[in-house]
């Protein structure tokens, strides 16, 4: 019987924004507290889309590791390390390419999606369609059994348990009852309620963030300057905090009474929206304080997060010799 263990891993897209802090972020200080947790930088990954330009991973990995540490992440409790620092990801990737079907691979469903919403970028590549099995590589490597994912990832474990059941029907120790790789399970993650300054979803591509660290006088520059009910043109004009972006900020930063303040306000123009915005350009600032001050030991002595990562590297590798030891076993390619 394998120890309950979560892997999770993200592309380096450079600094990280409020949506990935109360998407995923959060969720790992709560479960970094309850399992053991391996998190990594999957720079790997970013390759499959980013390898006509992949001059900015590097930098762009120890930024978000910082962004991670900032959060509050903590690599006493959790192993933090980069993907192509532990080659034993890529090896279990083509071994597993061995015998994955191409039907199976075709059939994941964000395989055509990506390709539909980066139709600027040319991804008919093997290393684009093979993702979702060095996705599948990255998890079985460690044997996690729990990943934490939203809806739109499910597809993505049941097919690191297809492939996991058939490597253990192809290879498993007949008589023996070992299994080999270890089915994972999806832990799911509500998705992120965080807007962005346009009352989308927040997103570096719609240009919409807030980054984590960013300084209080952008931060507030900019939630002053977001645009509200069109229909107060003039202070004195009524509104509906339905139609305005700065309502669904309140909505994660603000408690009951502050809303109905909010509510009762706008629609008796009674507030101005400049009064609105300040008790989410109060709570945002609060929320970012420890995580500037967490990140400031980090900037000023970047070996300290080196030498954390080489320390999450070699504990990630050592894991993954053990599993990779028993994949070469069952395989039959254990030359002694």
């Not at 019987?1 to 949506?19: C, D, E």
């Not at 093979?130 to 809806?151: F, H, M, N, T, W």
């Not at 929206?273 to 967490?294: G, H, N, T, W």
Request: neutral net charge.
């Amino acid at each position: 019987m394998y120890a309950q263990r979560v892997l999770s891993g993200m592309r380096p897209t450079g600094s990280l924004h409020l949506g990935h802090y109360h998407g995923v972020l959060k969720n790992w200080l709560r479960l970094q507290n309850e399992y053991p947790c391996l998190f990594f930088v999957a720079d790997w990954h970013a390759l499959t889309t980013q390898y006509d330009d992949p001059q900015g991973i590097v930098s762009s990995s120890w930024d978000m590791v910082i962004d991670w540490l900032a959060a509050g992440v903590d690599p006493a409790r959790a192993t933090l390390f980069i993907q192509s620092q532990v080659p034993e990801h890529a090896e279990l990737h083509l071994l597993l390419s061995m015998m994955a079907p191409l039907g199976w691979l075709e059939r994941v469903p964000t395989y055509k999606d990506q390709q539909e919403k980066l139709e600027n970028k040319d991804l008919s590549t093997y290393g684009f369609l093979g993702y979702p099995l060095l996705q599948s590589a990255d998890i079985l490597i460690y044997r996690a059994d729990k990943v934490p994912v939203g809806e739109d990832q499910v597809p993505h474990i049941e097919f690191s348990r297809e492939i996991a059941r058939r490597f253990n029907h192809l290879y498993g120790r007949k008589g023996t009852g070992k299994m080999i790789l270890v089915e994972p399970g999806a832990l799911l993650t509500e998705a992120s309620r965080m807007p962005g300054l346009d009352g989308q979803k927040m997103s570096k591509s719609y240009g919409n963030t807030i980054t984590l660290r960013e300084d209080e006088a952008s931060v507030t520059h900019k939630l002053r300057r977001m645009p509200t009910d069109p229909a107060r043109v003039r202070r004195s004009d009524p509104g509906d905090p339905g139609r305005c972006p700065v309502w669904q900020l309140h909505q994660v930063y603000t408690d009951e009474s502050c809303q109905a303040w909010v509510q009762q306000g706008c629609r008796s123009a009674g507030i101005g929206c400049l009064e609105c915005k300040q008790p989410v350009i109060d709570a945002i600032l609060s929320e970012q304080a420890p995580m500037r001050e967490r990140a400031q030991p980090y900037l000023d002595d970047a070996s300290l997060v080196r030498e954390i990562i080489n320390e999450g590297n070699k504990k990630a590798r050592h894991l993954a010799r053990e599993t990779m030891r028993d994949v070469r076993a069952a395989m039959g390619l254990d030359y002694g």
